[in-house]
């Protein structure tokens, strides 16, 4: 939709945290039993082996760190440097600055031109071992331009579609998320960077997914590689009314799906195979 005055559509209508004695326990178990079919599959160690013989890329790979706090980025560059692609690791101190305002002073001195993926990183994102690779492989298989990895059922993460789905290894879907982590194909360079200068980013992912749209894009979240986003509550360190209106002055004139748009899952891919 392009309304001149967006409302609040682009909202999922939760948070997304996952908290309380029931709900955690029915997300371990929903956890365990996607985790029970992978290892009766032996899913992962298929997929590992079906990595390592594609293809080297180059990926560049972008974060913002809070260092005022704890947080997860060394793990998540150590996994991503274990990768057999052609890694470039760079981040900077958050210094009060937003996500993309960080993301594109990063660009600056590190172009995302002569790479074949830009992946983007928040630093409290726990990766699974042999993330990369599999990640990269499976997107690649299905032809995604923008990609992003399942999070696991015990994951913050706002909109049901981007979580875990037992016996899915990729989905395509409508809608990838601004975070905790995303991949853009080098087709999307052009048209997707530099990023707007927002501070929050809240709607930003919406925008894509219209511009996906009038591109032929396929936009997918990844099964196989799943991540973890909890190391703290979600929107702690800013005001969320600030986000709120940020959003809603950026979509105003612009295209973008609404969350109910955003929910869909378009296929579901079971095997690579």
Do not use: C
Not at 144 to 162: C, D, G, W, Y
């Amino acid at each position: 939709m392009s309304d001149s005055a967006p409302r609040d559509d682009f909202l999922s209508g939760t948070s997304g945290q996952v908290f309380g004695v029931r709900t955690t326990a029915k997300a371990i178990a929903a956890d365990a039993l996607a985790s029970g079919l992978e290892l009766a599959r032996l899913q992962a160690w298929r997929l590992s082996r079906a990595a390592r013989h594609s293809p080297r890329r180059r990926v560049l790979a972008l974060a913002a760190e809070r260092t005022e706090v704890p947080n997860l980025l060394t793990a998540a560059r150590e996994e991503l440097l274990r990768s057999h692609h052609r890694v470039t690791f760079a981040s900077t101190p958050a210094d009060g600055r937003g996500k993309f305002e960080n993301l594109n002073l990063l660009l600056e001195d590190h172009p995302a031109a002569g790479h074949d993926w830009l992946l983007v990183l928040d630093d409290d994102v726990a990766l699974p071992a042999g993330f990369l690779d599999g990640f990269v492989f499976l997107a690649e298989r299905f032809a995604l331009t923008l990609a992003q990895p399942a999070h696991r059922r015990r994951s913050h993460a706002a909109f049901e579609v981007t979580r875990r789905r037992a016996g899915s290894v990729a989905r395509e879907t409508a809608f990838v998320e601004i975070g905790p982590v995303v991949a853009f194909g080098a087709a999307t360079f052009d048209a997707l960077l530099p990023f707007p200068p927002l501070r929050f980013g809240w709607g930003l992912d919406a925008h894509w997914s219209a511009i996906a749209r009038e591109h032929d894009w396929r936009l997918g979240v990844i099964d196989a590689t799943p991540i973890r986003h909890g190391l703290r509550r979600i929107a702690a360190s800013y005001d969320r009314d600030e986000a709120i209106a940020e959003a809603r002055r950026f979509l105003s004139g612009r295209p973008y799906l609404t969350a109910e748009q955003a929910q869909r899952t378009l296929a579901l891919h079971r095997s690579w195979r």
